[in-house]
């Protein structure tokens, strides 16, 4: 047996789309925009569902839920979320935030000058966040859910 | 003006991103065959426990209270290249010294807005990527180094400070800096220089630069010169001994062919594995970067840099080109012309401090010794059993196989790593 060489491949560690680079649909056959006329000589770009999620490349990362306490969300338990650590926290989004250092997903919302963090599944209170040690992860754009039939 | 951005404690911020549990608790990476702390949190460094310390030999208390992780280098590498865009964002001028700290050029900005820039790349890199950095803002490469170093020793900076060639504040800094301290100056060249009586950066700084140059080197002189706030010094070639290589180049002529950048990476890493071999250290992993050139506007612009494992610490040349060349492939795009390339090696290890040094044979006939050694071993532990014949390790596990056990999920890297959130 020859010398080692290096880990076996697939161990290189290459980040994920590369700016400027041909881009790649996030599903795995590509869509085309409308049906081609011959009539029709405009040049459409094909649509990239990528490009369209992440709007900021640095910033925006893939997380999986876990749980269905966002339901009325559109949030599923297994459900691919994207999340943009640039965006500010505002009321009304959607955020990853990790309580006492443990990560879930909330609704912020202020009510009388204080804020909480909401379910939005009616069986979870809302949690005032005054007194605890909370830090905003990144905040929530899109879920990608996963219907029968869909690759895995 | 040049900015140095330096994440603190990369490895270890990395795998805090992620796992905020970790935020404020003693952390340990590990590099992954042999078990050695490559990166360290400040509470382990309070703890006691030293660079390149190894797993077994720490302390049972240690131990328990620290949570020592195998490297993630494929969440290190994406992480590293999401800092580098974010800093993209602030200047064309972006050069990537290593997977931690990369220079920005601000050049034509006025002074006084300088500060105020520092402050925000470093609350916008916090931002995006959740990793901390400190900036350190000078006229040149040198007294950059130098304004970092400041940055992270002083909390009241808030991470970034800023040194003028010609201020008392510059002086004082550079009073308390010892020459060994500098950036490009060796041990054994600051001995030296203690028997002519120069100690600290400042005393080096008023040296006659022609004297440093007859006594020592050009790149010495160079460095005289930055600390009196000229620029002198290009980053190609210019990596600190003992702790990183570095070859890269800028082509003579753009070029977008493939074979002109994989003989380019074969020549750097070449080059590299000989730097490697004369300093008596194993490199531990690779790292392969290339870029357009930032100043043609009208250009396709690409910068790509990544970070491949070895199997094991090594100094033998066909390892680490094999693995610059699948580097080079994974980030390789047609279509665009290039600028510059080069080849890291990085977390070095002292051979012969290294119990896998059996590896690391010099010479052709060695090597071939090497080789029969290795066929023999295998053929052993074929015939006679699994471990019949193992290399010095106490801990189980061949030497082949990335040992990577303690290792977090590559979050960003792979679908089904992603990073999980409770929705409770």
Redesign the interface.
Known sequence: MAPPMSPPPGTICRAAPQPGGRSRPLLGCRVRAGFPSPADDHLDVEIDLHAHVVRRPAATYFVRAEGDSMLGDGIHDRDLLVVDRSLEPLPGRVVIIAVDGEPTVKRLTRRAGRTFLEASNPRFAPIPLEGRECQVWGVVTHVLHALPGAAP | MIALVDSNNFYVSCERVFD??L?GRPVGVLSNNDGCVVARSEELKALGVAMGAPMHLLPPAVRRQATLLSSN??????MS???N??LG?CSPDVEVYSIDESFVGFAGLPASRLEALGRRLRE?VG????IPVCVGLAPTRVLAKAANRVAKTSPELGGVCRLDAEAAATRRVLEALPVHALWGVARRTAERLALMDIHTAWQLREADPKRIRRAFSVVLERIVWELRGRPAIQLDDMAEARQRIMVSRSFGRLTGEWRDLQEAVRQHGARAAEKLRRQDSLARVVLVFLRSDPHRLGD???H?S???????PSD?S??LL??AG??LA??F?EG?RYQKCGVMLMDLVDAERHQLSL?AFRDEAARGR??RL??AV?RLNREMGRDTVRFGLPRRGT????RCERRTS????R?NE???????
């Open positions: 905020p549990r935020e280098y494929a969440l290190y590498g994406d290249r999401r800092v865009l974010v964002e916008t931002r995006d990527t959740g396709r612009q690409y790509n990544v970070v491949v494992p070895l199997a094991g033998d066909r390892a094999e693995a699948r580097g994974a980030i795009l665009v590896l090497d080789r290795m066929t295998d030497a082949w196989a990335l590559r979050y960003t890297t679908w992603l990073m999980r959130v409770k929705v409770r």
